[in-house]
């Protein structure tokens, strides 16, 4: 008995050569399968136990799942490195922000996620660290910013102006202070965009988006190639306790399976609608990495595969014209969150902190017909 260790349960192989010269396209239908044994099912079922007899891998299902490690292996395939679940986007952001050391410096993109944002200032207000914000459209200002920072906090496609930040220029520039950096990938996922492979040292992703895909599902990962990096998360989860549910894990990768299919009908349905919109009267202007119009769009050509189906437009009314336009869409759902296979949009600057234009609506785009989605919207703005 006494040769008995905890172990790290139900961590797969850091073994990446296993999916060399796939396309993602198959590695997100083919990773993640679990046990290769005859009669094993080709699905890692949802694993719904606390606890699994004593034994020196298994011993409490805070610490791993099966369910978890099929998804994590499946993303981490994608993204190139070692893959952890967690409850939530949020709670991955979290735990990276937490393990930092008291003080730290965090330079973020000051069009970041809501939810980062207000997290960072509260640790700010608190004093756990300090939080600078800065445009990544700006290369000297990121230059700048991080001096003495320990953390770079990117995020691209921004949310909602959709701007594109030079994760390999400026990966370059916070190691050269000694920074970390942590790129949040969930509008472009791993199949658009790979920042790992740019030099980034962790990608977080809110699962909740375009990964599980159908609205339904909360859950957040973090992904690094780093096995110091990658241990700390680790700890950061058990001890923290922000895990995910079985159940969850199971259905994020059910989702996954189809990301592939899912984001290519979604994006080629944003670029049409961008197209239409540029040339809509009541329209002032369309925010899309695919469109010449974009003031990065060559640099979104170069770091990603495709530009994604996140779209930004700003109605010429203001405020209240956005507001009847969201109002009166039928097909497309007025909603906030993005990533699902049914089209929705809001009025951004409706949340309180939100810096957009007030006229701009971010819209989340699916993979409904087309023409559908432009009947409705069209509409709508009318
Ligand atoms: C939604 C979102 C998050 C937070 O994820 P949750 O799963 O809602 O906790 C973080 N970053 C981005 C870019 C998001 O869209």
């Given at each position: ?167 390999e ?22 199949l ?52 995910p ?5 199971f ?10 299919i ?36 060559a ?13 930004s437009?700003?109605?010429?009314g203001?405020?209240d ?8 869409v ?22 309180e ?30």
């Open positions: 008995m006494s040769d008995r260790k905890r172990t790290e349960n139900h961590i797969q192989p850091f073994d990446l050569s296993r999916w060399e010269g796939l396309d993602p396209a198959t590695i997100a239908v083919i990773a993640g399968r679990g046990p290769e044994e005859p009669g094993q099912p080709i699905n890692v079922p949802p694993m719904l136990t606390s606890i699994y007899k004593d034994n020196p891998g298994n011993l409490y299902a805070r610490d791993g799942n099966p369910t978890w490690a099929a998804l994590e292996e499946t993303v981490g395939a994608l993204e190139g490195g070692r893959c952890l679940a967690f409850a939530s986007g949020m709670a991955a952001v979290t735990a990276v922000l937490d393990g930092l050391p008291l003080g730290s410096k965090v330079v973020y993109s000051a069009d970041s996620y809501t939810g980062t944002r207000i997290q960072l200032d509260r640790m700010a207000a608190k004093g756990t660290l300090e939080a600078v914000p800065v445009d990544v459209t700006d290369a000297a200002a990121v230059e700048a910013a991080c001096v003495e920072a320990a953390l770079l906090w990117l995020e691209s496609p921004t949310n909602p102006m959709l701007s594109i930040a030079d994760i220029a400026f990966s370059e520039t916070a190691h050269a202070q000694g920074a970390t950096v942590v790129v949040d990938n969930t509008f472009a996922t791993p658009l965009q790979k920042p790992l492979d740019l030099g980034a040292d962790i990608v977080i992703h809110s699962a909740s988006k375009f990964i599980s895909g159908h609205s339904d599902v909360i859950m957040g990962l973090a992904v690094t190639r780093d096995e110091g990096r990658f241990e700390a998360l680790f700890h950061e989860r058990t001890l923290g306790g922000a895990i549910g079985p159940l969850e894990t259905l994020s990768l059910r989702g996954l399976r189809t990301l592939p899912r984001l290519e009908k979604g994006q080629a349905n944003a670029m049409e609608l961008a197209r239409r919109l540029e040339t809509h009267p009541q329209i002032e202007s369309v925010i899309y990495p695919g469109l010449d119009s974009h003031p990065q769009h640099l979104a050509q170069r770091q990603m595969r495709g530009p994604g189906a996140m779209l437009f700003v109605v010429a203001g405020a014209a956005a507001d009847k336009a969201c109002d009166r039928e097909v497309i759902t007025h909603a906030t969150s993005l990533g699902g296979v049914d089209t929705s949009m809001e009025r951004r600057s409706r949340w902190g939100e810096h957009a234009p007030p006229g701009l609506i971010r819209m989340s785009v699916g993979c409904e017909n087309v023409e559908d989605l432009w009947a409705d919207l069209s509409r709508a703005l009318d």
